[in-house]
């Protein structure tokens, strides 16, 4: 973002609903569903107390330091050598999460849409918007992602309701009806995709008004869930928790299933969410590793990052069911760790500190 | 074929970038630019030729696999 640029609490709320949304609502009714069955629900709840709590967590530790960047205040607080290893974590997180995306949107555009194209010519044509918008600045990002998002949003809705009379309720009962440990293992991918709130931590210095912080956050998250929550008991009480649970685009399957073609907006919309959430991912990670490594300006580093996550988009994952087994395994802890646990140590340094 | 092209477009990004990088006379962007494009290349060239090389995704699965086995053990069962 250039200097001076800046946006407001809304638009916050709506970036981090957007970067969220997009990938969260690919997986997360079959991931879920897989493990909780028809009490997908009661993952979803704990989920979102999970989100909230990291929502609140993240909130806090931006708003001790309105005006800088995670990657600025971590030395601060754990000393030189461990804040500078933290700084890195969290750098490397926003470069690893937007080569994630990049591979997932060339996944999801070659498996149904564009079936001929290969899947670099994908990669390669949003790594150039997300290139360009950089070099741009921000600021006009941030305000066309409001504009995109009640669209987006409206898809949700409108697609449950037009499969609302196909759906069968009979698929959601009996409630509870899994043990508590699978319905609290099926919680696991939905709250750490929750748990992307703290790019607040990147986010704060650009916001304009920087009160109440912790309810851009929070806002964001009971959006994401209620939407995360109509589309996962649109598609069990559609195709049931068996055939839920199997489907590699639950959500695009969903959208598939509505006589009016509600597929074709949803990719519309789809498509300018991912590039959203890429460019807020590319754009930490970038300004993150600027800020560490203490270069003057963060466009240095777009064009060999641009190359770099283009390639380990590639080389990173086998096939699509490998992509699909990380997200579940092991992108959620990998994530939960950097967002929660990282967060939540800086936090309590940051609390010792004022206490000194 | 893949590997001329692939050539041509980093020769070309380097004649574009560098010079102006340079001309700003900050060595330490120079380095670190400089040392993120000799990062994609080599992973860009691996890639083309099916050279497997350690990559980070691999890293952060062998780090966090093991926690993510135990926690599924104990949530879910083995199933």
């Known amino acids: ?356 | 074929m893949t590997v001329v092209l692939l050539t041509l477009f980093f020769l070309a990004v380097i004649a574009i970038q560098i010079p102006t990088l340079v001309k700003g006379k900050n060595t330490r962007e120079v380095i670190v630019y400089s040392l993120v494009l000799v990062l994609g290349m080599i992973y860009s060239y691996a890639y083309v030729l099916g050279i497997g090389l350690p990559n980070p995704t691999g890293a952060v699965e062998a780090i966090i696999e093991p926690a993510s086995r135990v926690i599924k053990e104990f949530l879910a069962g083995s199933g």
Request: proline content about 4%.
């Open chain 1, 1 to 356: 973002m250039k200097a001076g640029e800046h946006i407001s609490r809304w638009e916050a709320t709506a970036y981090i609903v957007s970067i969220i949304l997009t990938t969260s609502i690919l997986f997360v009714p079959s991931i879920t569903t897989r493990w909780a069955g028809r009490d997908a629900w009661a993952s979803l709840a704990l989920a979102l107390a999970f989100g909230l709590l990291v929502a609140l967590v993240s909130s806090a530790l931006a708003s001790r330091f309105p005006n800088e960047t995670v990657v600025e205040y971590a030395p601060k607080l754990l000393g030189k050598l461990l804040g500078k290893i933290v700084g890195f974590s969290y750098a490397f997180y926003f470069y690893f999460t937007a080569y994630f995306i990049l591979r997932q949107f060339a996944d999801l555009m070659s498996s149904t849409y564009l079936v001929q194209t290969p899947d670099w010519v994908h990669v390669v044509i949003l790594i150039i918007i997300a290139c360009y918008t950089l070099y741009q600045g921000i600021e006009a990002l941030a305000r066309a992602n409001s504009l995109v998002l009640l669209p987006l949003l409206a898809t949700f809705v409108l697609m449950f309701l037009i499969t609302a009379p196909g759906m069968r309720v009979d698929n959601l009962f009996p409630l509870l009806e899994q043990p508590l440990g699978k319905i609290t293992y099926g919680a696991i991918p939905p709250a750490s995709w929750l748990s992307e709130c703290a790019v607040i931590l990147m986010l704060v210095p650009f916001i304009k008004d920087k009160k109440n912080i912790n309810l851009v956050t929070s806002y964001a998250v009971i959006i994401v869930f209620f939407i995360m929550l109509l589309v996962t008991l649109g598609t069990i009480g559609q195709f049931g928790p068996g055939v839920t649970s199997q489907l590699v685009f639950p959500t695009f399957s969903l959208a598939m299933s509505t006589t009016l073609r509600a597929d074709s907006v949803f990719m519309a919309v789809w498509v300018a969410g991912m590039t959203f959430k890429l460019i807020t991912f590319f754009f930490a990670g970038t300004l993150a590793f600027t800020r560490l490594l203490g270069l003057s300006s963060y466009r240095t580093l777009i064009m060999p990052g641009a190359i770099l996550i283009t390639v380990l988009s590639q080389n990173s994952w086998t096939d699509i069911m490998d992509e699909i087994r990380f997200s579940e395994e092991t992108y959620p802890l990998f994530i939960i760790y950097i967002n929660f646990i990282l967060t939540s140590v800086l936090l309590l340094f940051s609390l010792r500190r004022k206490q000194i």
